[in-house]
């Protein structure tokens, strides 16, 4: 009784503590205005306040016409390719993930002997140092994958004898090393998870080296270990997309910020990983799928626009779903008429779909994005076209795939440690400054007041 006293008494002074905080720590909204402060590194527009040059990849919203910036369907770039143009060719092969992790660590696209002596170095990375499962993964289970990876990413640094050497060769290294155990870390993070936290029965399975990282992860996640070509093409492709975004996305920027402090390569991915946790940043497909389950929901005939125009106008509203008033997977910061990410992933969400039977669940996705597109821009007065991103059509395809929703930000991960790699490297060979922007003190100078005297 006394102890249940105590914990209450602590409770209220703690939420006293609370109130201040929030109280004493906000400011005017009107001095970044006065002040011309780039609230997010992003200008009065939206845009991304340059702070960086990069070769690794391009990001293209608009077409320069007579001096005139007009929106454009969005092109991707890896290392100056089209993406698409890369989709296209890797269409028939299944290495196409490490392709382009190759092309973006390298600046270019491999040849055959380079493709297979590079699949060869991945394949002897593509496991765990003994004891790690166990000592690692299994005695600390944890319901957050995420947190599983960082954990264990941060644990590798103890099993790595040159873990704070930052030269290029050892960094290459580890970042290859890291690359290839993702997939593997996840995995058994989750089949801890679901053995702990689910009671169901614990699977351990080891990769292959004949299988690419697509078929490896989900051969280590099915319970027969079986999978179709469609469905391995299709992961691989989801790699292949998320793998680089230009440098200045939320965990890339990131990892270009702890690299230029000289940190260890664990440290700067550790820290990627926190970024990309975060709903706003990596998170925003399972919020996509969360939605489309409320619709269906809600909605008692798919089919039919109007009906599915009406529960978007109470989701905008604020009257439905999570009452956010956001159409989630519609819209991005830079590109204007489509996502070109999208665009390619919409197209294996749509074959996918036949091969499962799902193509009911495809048409609504498409009825949402053409209907939101347009009452988005309406309601918001905006002039540039507003497009479905690359979360519309992802959490559909992991969904399609049996994918846990536990694991669909740590796919992002698994694929974008090929980006966060190519710019930390990117960052140490230039040498550049450590990166410290600036922050306008607005407070006031105050004199010391003594304890004794204070109110």
């Known amino acids: 009784m006394a102890e249940r006293e105590e914990t209450k008494v602590l409770d209220e002074k703690f939420d006293e503590l609370v109130k201040y905080c929030m109280v004493s720590g906000e400011i005017n909204p009107n001095l970044y205005v006065e002040y011309d402060v780039k609230r997010g590194l992003r200008d009065s527009n939206g845009k991304g306040v340059l702070v960086g040059l990069t070769e690794i990849s391009n990001v293209v919203a608009y077409d320069i016409i007579d001096g005139r910036k007009l929106p454009c369907d969005g092109r991707l770039e890896f290392q100056g ?19 382009t ?6 600046g270019a696209l491999p040849n055959k002997e380079q493709r297979d002596s590079f699949l060869q170095i991945l394949s002897e990375c593509r496991h765990l140092p003994d004891g790690f499962v166990r000592d690692v993964i ?12 960082q954990r264990a990413v941060l644990s590798l640094y103890s099993y790595d004898e040159h873990a704070d050497d930052i ?12 690359i290839a155990k993702f997939p593997l870390i996840a995995g058994y993070a989750y089949q ?13 399975r080891y990769p292959k080296e004949d299988l690419s990282t697509a078929e490896n992860l989900l051969r280590i996640l099915r319970t027969d270990a079986e999978y179709t070509e469609l469905e391995a093409k299709v992961l691989d492709v989801a790699l292949i997309l998320h793998s680089e975004h230009g440098g200045g996305n939320n965990s890339t920027f990131t990892n270009h910020v702890v690299t230029s402090s000289h940190t260890d390569t664990y440290s700067a991915v550790a820290a990627s990983l926190g970024s990309l946790k975060g709903p706003r940043h990596g998170g925003a497909n399972l919020k996509v799928e969360n939605m489309f389950e409320d619709i269906k929901e809600h909605v008692k005939d798919p089919e039919n626009e109007t009906e599915v125009r009406n529960y978007i106008t109470k989701i905008l ?10 159409v989630y997977g519609m819209g991005h910061a830079v590109y204007t008429k489509s996502d070109p990410r999208c665009v390619i992933l919409k197209d294996y969400a749509k074959q996918l779909s036949k091969e499962k039977g799902r193509e009911e669940d495809f048409a609504l996705h ?16 905006l002039q540039k076209p507003v497009c479905a991103n690359v979360d519309f059509y992802s959490g559909f395809v992991y969904n399609m795939l049996r994918i846990p929703k536990e694991l669909y930000t740590p796919i992002f991960a698994m694929a974008r440690i090929s980006g966060w790699s ?25 004199p010391y007041v003594p304890l004794e005297e204070r109110k």
């Open 101 to 106: 992790t190759y092309l973006l660590l390298f």
């Open 317 to 326: 509203d604020k009257e439905a779903f999570d009452h956010s008033g956001l």
């Open 81 to 99: 390719y089209n993406v698409q143009d890369l989709i296209n060719d890797f269409a028939h092969r299944k290495y196409g993930f490490e392709e």
């Open 167 to 178: 030269s290029i060769p050892n960094v290459l290294r580890q970042s290859l090393n890291l």
């Open 422 to 446: 190519a710019h930390r490297m990117e960052e140490l060979v230039n040498r550049g400054k450590i990166i410290r922007p600036a922050y306008l003190n607005v407070g006031k100078s105050r």
């Open 366 to 381: 498409e009825t949402v994005e053409k209907v939101s597109a347009g009452m988005i821009m309406e309601r918001k007065q």
């Open 138 to 149: 299994m005695n600390t289970p944890t319901s957050d994958m995420m947190n599983a990876l």
């Open 192 to 204: 801890a998870y679901k053995h702990y936290f689910k009671e169901r029965s614990l699977v351990i």
